[in-house]
DNA sequence: ATAGCGTCCGAACGATCGGTCGCTAAACTC
DNA sequence: GAGTTTAGCGACCGATCGTTCGGACGCTAT
């Protein structure tokens, strides 16, 4: 995961990872059977790591907007952290496969659907209990939200702009409404 | 561009554009002198069509908010017809490149501050003249313009989402306030 | 006529790519 | 304790990687 999320799932070399591993080609490719199997390995291991660094703490949350809140901070933490040393994993495989087709392109998509529908889905509650902003579209926030954290990435690891989170949580704010005074 | 766009900029690769190009590997070499070379080239090249596609186009507005909202519909529309068959260059460019030093870093990089500074100023303008709602700081502006046309790209091309363009203008005029009724 | 330049070629370089093969040695099963 | 599975090894495969080299061709300017 390390080196892919720097070099890129097609940049997840099995020699040098191997050597990494201090492995032989082929011992390390026993595990996998190839480099597809590799990637999509990888993929799922990184998705792994976003349930457990994303999905997982906000679960705690009562349903609708207070859980849909603490994703989002869960996610805007889990993108300043940099759980990987070349950034969010699946960020950058959506990108360097999204116009090839295949099983990783498969896995990459569902990973990102199903995060999605989980984000639509809190909206969608928190829309019917009446805590979102008035005429608020769950699908639309979906798509807002996505967006706030692709910036927030590119913001993060191309520009190193570290005033991005700041930016970040006040777009968050604004689309789920200002958070309540303390 | 073509071929970079799908493959990204390191699996464009100097035999495989050259076979296209019906060219010998030295023949194309002697051009660009090296892979990063033809790299920044393209990198150049698709900065030269971003600017053609939606800088342009949109300069004929009148500064401020006229201007922004061109540009933002200029760039929503690049994004839809996708100019290049593996969606924008610069883009995949900017998450490939991402965690790499070296000059095609910079460039894609400079390319992007051009962009977003450009965003930035016609936000000024607008906030100066009174045509943005109230409170709205042109730095956060830019910042919420790129997840939208992130959001977009993604939508487009791992989703391939047709509602995604119709989302992403939704999100601009709530970011600019929405549209003088006709 | 000559010199120079830009374009392109084929051949070759060492390195690395993903992947296969047959083997060994340890671990587990019955 | 025999038999089977598992993990890993080293050697090797053809293909491709980026790059270098010497040279050929055509054009232009001197």
Redo the contacts between chains.
């Keep these: 995961m390390a080196v892919a999320?720097?070099e890129?799932l097609?940049?997840l070399t099995i020699g040098r990872l191997a050597d990494d591993l201090g492995l032989s080609k082929s011992g390390l490719l026993g595990h996998f059977g190839s480099k597809q199997g590799l990637q999509l390995a990888v993929v799922e291991a990184a998705a792994e790591v976003f349930r457990r660094e994303v999905v997982a703490p906000a679960s705690g949350n009562a349903p609708g907007l207070p859980r849909l809140r603490a994703q989002c901070e869960a996610w805007i933490s889990y993108l300043e952290r940099a759980a990987f040393?070349?950034?969010c994993l699946l960020?950058?495989a959506?990108?360097?496969?999204?116009?090839?087709d295949g099983p990783v392109?498969e896995a990459?998509?569902a990973q990102?659907?199903a995060w999605l529908a989980e984000l639509r889905s809190q909206g969608e509650r928190a829309a019917r209990s009446g805590d979102l902003p008035a005429g608020a579209d769950p699908?639309?926030l979906a798509?807002?939200l996505?967006?706030?954290?692709?910036?927030?990435n590119?913001?993060l690891?191309?520009?190193r702009d570290p005033e991005?989170p700041r930016?970040?949580r006040?777009?968050v704010d604004r689309l789920l409404g200002a958070r309540e005074p303390a």
């Design positions: 999320s720097v890129g097609e940049g040393p070349g950034g960020t950058a959506a990108v360097e496969f999204d116009d090839r392109r990459v998509l990102q659907d699908e639309q798509f807002d996505l967006g706030v954290m692709l910036a927030l590119q913001r690891r191309l520009h991005a930016r970040a006040r777009a």
